[in-house]
């Protein structure tokens, strides 16, 4: 996970003013990911990255329900005159290897994989499409028919650095403010209907059904992109 704008945010900060907010965000957030089965494996300046050994679910849980705090965290932090924190979450599962690394005079634990790479691009991705989680087909597969608990949509295929092979992603909707869910689902038939129609080449159908799907929520990054 990831602070969205996070340097123009501190820009405005003193140093000490910084460390307080990164901190005071830290202890909101980070006793969701252990309430939910995970650990952290470390803290980089203000993203986090989390660790859930038991299931991929739990990590799904752990996104929507860390969403879910940062609107109430908001409201605290405007009334304070503070700026406003949204994050974006990119998860995805497989091995990894947890262990040392540095030399003798310097070490710390870190995971290193492929999986860890495309959990990150994935949460680069939640800026592009405007997503406050995003997950691999992988996660979704995985989760099996818990899946279907959760409002989630497909947002495609795409092809992020470093693979060769496209990777099929989902956004999931749960988490959101509840106006934002509300026109994502009233959407989210014409919305996958357009991303059929988009992989099978018919471009102008699809163009049809994301010119229908802005129609009723203009703010849609991922139709726009389309």
Do not use: W
Not at 29 to 51: L, Q, T, V
Not at 102 to 122: A, F, H, P, Q
Request: hydrophobic share 35%; glycine share 8%; aromatic share 8%.
């Amino acid at each position: 996970s990831d602070i969205r704008s996070f340097t123009s945010i501190s820009e405005k900060m003193s140093p000490k003013e910084t460390f307080n907010f990164i901190n005071q965000y830290l202890g909101v957030i980070s006793p969701i990911i252990r309430e939910y089965n995970g650990f952290i494996d470390k803290y980089i300046g203000d993203a986090i990255m989390a660790i859930f050994p038991s299931k991929p679910e739990d990590s799904i849980k752990a996104a929507i329900e860390m969403q879910k705090n940062l609107i109430d965290y908001n409201i605290i932090l405007k009334k304070e005159q503070k700026p406003p924190i949204h994050i974006g979450v990119g998860i995805h599962s497989g091995l990894l290897m947890l262990g040392p690394v540095g030399e003798s005079k310097r070490m710390e634990g870190t995971v290193i994989s492929d999986t860890v790479n495309l959990s990150s691009r994935l949460e680069g991705l939640t800026k592009y499409f405007n997503a406050n989680i995003i997950v691999s087909e992988d996660v979704i597969s995985k989760t099996g028919e818990n899946a279907i608990k959760y409002n989630t949509r497909f947002l495609g295929k795409v092809k992020v650095k470093g693979k060769s092979i496209p990777v099929g992603i989902h956004q999931i909707i749960d988490g959101n403010e509840n106006t934002v869910i509300e026109k994502l689902l009233k959407t989210k038939k014409l919305f996958e209907q357009g991303i059929n129609h988009y992989f099978n080449k018919e471009y102008l159908t699809a163009i049809d059904r994301f010119e229908k799907v802005l129609k009723i929520n203009p703010d849609d990054c991922a139709a726009i992109h389309y």
